[in-house]
């Protein structure tokens, strides 16, 4: 099953500190979030939450290779979420 890696809240603090001492940011610096298309997403002052997540597990259709994944807690049942459950920093979507 392939599995896409999760940074933590220690592997954040030390990136975004490394950014800070190479690039000199301010403390007004803004955050965003690249979705891959023509434009970059702003994120909220306020789209930072702590939620529950469980792990699951999706089988894609044409190759039958299995895909790890994550879902809020409140939506697992919907995505047959088997694995442990934990507490996670979500940034919420805007759009």
Known sequence: MQEVPVITLKELKAAIAQLEKEHQLAEDTKVFLNTGWDSVQEIAPDA???AKVQAFTVED???GEEFGG???L???EAMKAQ???ETAIIINNVY
């Open 70 to 72: 994550h879902s809020l």
């Open 48 to 50: 930072l939450k702590v």
């Open 61 to 63: 259709p044409l190759s």
């Open 74 to 76: 409140t939506k697992a």
């Open 83 to 85: 694995g442990k459950i």
